[in-house]
């Protein structure tokens, strides 16, 4: 039954949630690979966390898994789907009735032609931009925002699975995906789409479980929702990495199209991203020291602190710390790359960092 989460019940019944495995994300910057590393850092009294540049959902999953009521955000639309879809949601998986809706033909080819408009012969082939504006249409006949939520985040995952590099700032995708040597490393390259969310499809609908927490997820610039929270024992910040890898919204420019499916905005250069930006606040330097003090300002009601950082980025380590220092005692933990594979700043030699600030 490839349709049915495959969560078995004692899991529930011994509230060990551990064993549940996380949708291997393709994110830049992910924190999936550090998981283990940052679990020992949560301490067990914090039963309220706040992911607060959530991303892939990585690290909220983990403090779900933990039993946590989690609090996860980030001001991407296609990121916080993958909230609803994994943190927020209890137990709506996508049936193969749900599938039959998604694979149906396009419901309205006047309203949704956005994909073929923009992206054909840049990222797909025209069928399979078709195929994409189909589903995109079906998605509203879904029961409820879990269930969209979860066709968002597979069909996105699928995306990023076809695309060489899996992002959008670069143009060579078809002719990547007509190089026998590259198709020979990945496979996914010439896959359709429809397969890729197919043989994905379990893997998501297994992740949704009930921790027996209410857990939320937020999309938000979260200098504007930190003001409306309370109650929360530990916030996890994991900023873009200003200065090295921040450009989001360069990166997956097309997923975030998608999910909004927006028509007001310009689609500029070769591989039409949306114009303007959302404005973060967290990639450039000259917003990002002012930024760092409007969060810590903002947070100083929550007790504990757990920072994601790379000895590579703007502000450096030092300043950041100074600018914790009015607000908490900070520690520093470090975990070196052992080659290029760590993610987001991955470079060999260079180390992953996590401050630890406690009041
Ligand atoms: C380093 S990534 C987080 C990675 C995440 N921890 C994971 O494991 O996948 C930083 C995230 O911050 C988000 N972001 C940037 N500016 C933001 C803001 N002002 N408010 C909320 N989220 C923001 C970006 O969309 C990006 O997903």
């Known amino acids: ?47 309220v966390v706040l992911d607060a540049f959530s991303g892939s959902q990585s690290i909220g999953f983990l403090c779900k898994k933990m039993g946590k009521k989690v609090i996860s955000n980030d001001f991407l639309k296609f990121n916080s789907q993958i909230g609803k879809a994994l943190i927020e949601n209890k137990n709506e998986v996508l049936t193969s009735e749900d599938i039959q809706i998604l694979f149906s033909g396009n419901s309205n080819l006047k309203e949704f032609n956005l994909m073929e408009t923009l992206f054909t012969d840049i ?13 995109r249409s079906n998605i509203s006949y879904l029961g409820n925002e879990y269930k969209k939520a979860l066709a968002f985040t597979i069909i996105n995952r699928a995306m990023t699975r076809k ?20 198709i020979k490393r990945n496979r996914s390259l010439i896959r359709p ?20 927490s209410d857990c939320l997820a937020y ?19 994991d900023p873009p990495y200003c200065d090295s890898h921040a450009d989001y919204q360069g990166f997956y420019h097309l997923l975030e199209t998608y999910t909004n499916y927006w028509k007001d905005k310009d689609f500029i250069n070769g591989t039409k991203r949306y114009s303007p930006k959302k404005h973060s606040g967290f990639e450039t330097k000259k917003e990002i ?8 300002n903002l947070s100083k009601d929550i007790p504990y602190w757990l ?53």
Request: charge should be negative; hydrophobic fraction near 40%; include cysteine.
């Open 307 to 359: 920072i994601s950082y790379n000895d590579r980025s703007y502000p450096s380590i030092e300043t950041l710390v100074e600018i914790i220092t009015p607000y908490r005692n900070v520690n520093i933990e470090k975990k070196q790359y052992q080659a290029g594979r760590g993610g987001k700043g991955s470079v060999a030699g260079s180390s992953e960092i996590l401050l630890i600030c406690k009041p």
């Open 289 to 296: 020291i002012n930024s760092f003090k409007m969060l810590f």
């Open 163 to 182: 695309v060489t590099m899996g992002h959008f700032a670069h143009t060579q995708a078809l002719t990547y995906a007509a190089d026998p040597n590259r």
């Open 193 to 212: 789409l429809k397969d890729l969310f197919l043989e994905l499809l379990n893997e998501y609908n297994s992740a949704v479980f009930d921790n027996k």
């Open 123 to 135: 990222f797909f082939t025209r069928e399979e931009t078709k195929f994409l504006d189909a589903f």
């Open 1 to 47: 039954m490839i349709y049915n989460a495959a969560i078995q019940p004692s899991l529930f019944e011994d509230n060990n949630y551990m064993d549940i495995k996380f949708p291997k994300p393709q994110y830049l910057g992910a924190k999936y690979i550090h998981s283990n590393w940052i679990a020992q850092f949560i301490p067990e009294k914090a039963k």
């Open 219 to 237: 999309n938000e610039n979260i200098l504007e929702l930190l003001p409306s929270l309370s109650g929360v024992d530990l916030a996890y910040f």
